[in-house]
């Protein structure tokens, strides 16, 4: 039975899999109080283009850096804020929204990454981030030489 249940886990952490197989992050190390923002990444032929949701948080409460010449870090030190009522007498019957935590995903950029040409815009609680991609190298020439 215990077999079964590792097929179906397996089968539905593939995705993920993958993610970490084309894009491995670091999120993980060392960062037991830290959250994880949730991330699509989107490879076109000019772009890898990063989407993260992180509602609740204000652009100024996010960082974006590129560590280590290809580590791309995405990290947030704000707190979302509790709405307080100015009635008297009000309150919370229940809170299941968690307060942010410290957010923070790595993503080891690939090689032909422009590290230099990155932006980033935030917009209604999501995260975009574009990395540019540096253009193929040229293609070296072959010369025949004559032999003598």
């Known amino acids: ?4 249940v590792d097929a179906v886990n397996q089968l539905l952490n593939f995705p993920e899999s993958i993610e970490k197989l084309v894009f491995p992050s670091r999120s993980n190390e060392g960062s037991e109080n830290r959250g ?5 990444i989107l490879d076109t032929q ?9 509602p609740g948080l204000s652009k100024s409460d996010i ?4 560590e280590d010449e290809n580590t791309l ?8 804020k509790r709405e307080e009522s100015e009635e008297e007498g009000c309150k919370y019957v229940r809170m299941e929204r968690k ?4 957010l923070m995903r790595k993503f080891r950029l690939p090689d032909n990454s422009n590290v ?9 609680g999501v995260l975009t981030v574009t990395v540019e991609k540096l253009p193929p190298p040229p293609k070296s020439k072959t010369v025949e030489v004559a032999i003598s």
């Open 1 to 4: 039975m215990s077999t079964v």
């Open 36 to 40: 994880s923002i949730p991330v699509d």
């Open 46 to 54: 000019k772009d890898y283009i990063f989407y993260m949701d992180v």
């Open 63 to 66: 960082q974006v850096t590129v």
């Open 73 to 80: 870090v995405i990290r947030s030190n704000g707190k979302r």
């Open 99 to 102: 307060p942010t935590h410290k």
């Open 116 to 124: 230099s040409a990155i932006t980033a815009k935030y917009e209604n």
